[in-house]
């Protein structure tokens, strides 16, 4: 920490999406969040900073890893958390996400988290609730804390990430992860090469992010052009449960494993000192061979680290109270 | 409202002085430098560790651990008024258990702030004791803590505010005391 650099209010309320953000904001998520990571390492990991405040995680779609994250960089940072599933919730009952929201906020929380099969549901919510809500997966739309971690990784082993070649494969189309990943790599400087079957990259993707993606991204449909010289490369995962019976975009899984798999011949077209990513869970076989995940250029258990800490991150930047209490101070 | 400066407490050789008077103290306290850590409060209290721990060297020929520690996540009031976002890292290489540990700020004031960095060291083991040195001690204690070893005590008012300028910084070492002065308007 430079003695210099003067302290920055983080000028934003909710975490909706990468997209609200600019390349000062992720920043200072990355630098907190490396001045956070040690806490998760110390016998007694808990620092008091949230202590008395509630975050409600309101899981309403799968998730293990994600919602274990956020409930534990929660309770490092001594908040109080709460998990909510989709199963067994009033969700399941019939209640509308509004009346959901509005019951939540009779309690009082400080922070939403919510995950949600349907796109720009945290958006909806944030606009009727007066704490902040962190997005942690909207449908296809975004995965902010996921691209956060990602960066958080690249950045630590890489020094930057400006400038870095990142390969992101796999099925762009169902992926919340690649647009945010998209987003917040082309904003602090990477060069990005978007890669799989045609079927599974809309048309639009260079466009995500305006004139900036359009001059950053670049489609690839072959496997070995997306690798060449690539700094670091992140597969995604095949989404079965998303991708419907009847519809199918890809032949079978051993077809696409063969032209689109992450395997040894196909790693080494990427630099000697690149990175393997993928945000989980795995289909081993399918978007990766084992012996490329398990390789000792994989990061993926470090990807699943730097999450906690880049949620604790997040909740110590939104965690500050309800807005009565802001405005109270600000009085 | 603007601060004036009004005096300058300490310059260069003064705070040389007192940080070597400071060493000598820590010393003859603790019998030698064998059983004792300096950890500092970040920034300017990790600065005066740092020359402590040097001076210490010196006098007794033995260097005593150093390690830093950054208060924010244990103020008591992190989120009234702006919140501030800067976090520094805890470092503290070594084991608490067993040791005297000195903790070194450069100005000691309410006190909210070595109690804070008291829970932080607490979280990281037991240490047998902790004593506290600040460069300048400057009254108006909020909570019943006080210093064993001080540089210079200043009366001050809630109007003043005391500077630490150090090299480490930037700047050249001194000590001054300002004074909040109202506008005629105000």
């Known amino acids: 920490m430079s003695p210099t650099k003067a302290a920055r209010v983080f000028p934003h309320r909710h975490l909706l999406g990468i997209a609200d953000l600019d390349a000062d904001d992720i920043g200072q998520i990355l630098d907190l969040t490396d001045s956070l990571r040690e806490i998760n390492e110390r016998a007694i990991k808990k620092v008091p900073t949230l202590r008395g405040r509630t975050v409600l995680n309101l899981f309403l779609e799968n998730s293990t890893r994600t919602r274990v994250s956020f409930e534990i960089a929660g309770k490092r940072m001594s908040a109080d958390t709460i998990n909510i599933s989709g199963s067994g919730s009033s969700a399941s009952k019939g209640e509308t996400m509004l009346d959901t929201a509005r019951n939540l906020m009779a309690m009082n929380p400080d922070v939403i988290v919510i995950r949600h099969s349907a796109s720009g549901a945290p958006a909806l919510i944030a606009k009727h609730v007066d704490c902040a809500v962190i997005n942690a997966g909207d449908g296809t739309h975004e995965h902010p804390t996921q691209a956060l971690l990602d960066c958080a990784t690249i950045r630590t082993h890489k020094g930057s990430i400006a400038g870095l070649e990142v390969a992101i494969v796999g099925d762009i189309d169902h992926s919340r992860v690649a647009r945010s990943n998209i987003l917040a790599l082309a904003k602090m400087g990477a060069n990005i090469r978007v890669c799989g079957p045609a079927t599974l990259i809309p048309r639009s993707i260079t466009e995500i992010g305006g004139a900036l993606t359009r001059s950053c991204v670049r489609v690839c449909h072959k496997l070995e052009d997306a690798l060449e010289g690539a700094d670091v490369v992140m597969m995604l995962r095949i989404q079965n449960e998303r991708l419907g019976k009847n519809a199918s975009r890809f032949a079978n899984t051993r077809e696409y494993s063969r032209y689109f798999g992450l395997n040894a011949r196909t790693l080494a077209l990427a630099k000697d000192d690149a990175i393997i990513m993928h945000p989980g869970p795995i289909n081993r076989g399918v978007e990766m061979m084992p012996d490329v995940a398990d390789s000792g250029r994989s990061v993926i258990l470090e ?26 101070i600000h009085q | 409202m603007q601060l004036v400066d009004r005096q300058e407490v300490a310059d260069s050789a003064a705070i040389a002085r007192m940080l070597r008077r400071m060493a000598n103290e820590i010393v003859e306290r603790n019998q030698g430098a064998s059983s004792i850590a300096l950890v500092g409060i970040r920034t300017g209290g990790l600065h005066l560790a740092e020359r402590l721990v040097e001076l210490v060297h010196s006098i007794e020929n033995h260097r005593p651990p150093l390690g830093a520690v950054d208060i924010t996540l244990y103020r008591d009031d992190v989120f ?107």
């Open chain 2, 80 to 186: 009234v008024g702006l919140p501030r976002p800067q976090v520094g890292t805890t470092e503290l290489p070594f084991r608490l258990a067993g040791v005297n540990i000195v903790l070194v700020d450069d100005v000691l004031f309410t006190g909210r702030t070595v109690r804070a960095a008291l829970d932080a060291l607490m979280d990281y083991g037991r240490p047998r004791q902790v004593q506290l040195a600040t460069l300048v001690d400057r009254g108006m204690r909020e909570l019943p803590i006080a210093a064993d070893y001080i540089g210079v005590t200043v009366d001050t008012t809630a109007n003043d505010s005391i500077r630490v300028f150090l090299k480490e910084q930037g700047e050249e070492d001194r000590v001054v005391l300002r004074t909040r002065r109202s506008d005629e308007s105000n």
């Open chain 1, 303 to 328: 990807q699943v680290a730097n999450g906690v800490a880049v949620r604790m991150a997040v909740l110590y930047l939104l965690g500050r109270g309800n807005l009565t209490d802001l405005e109270a």
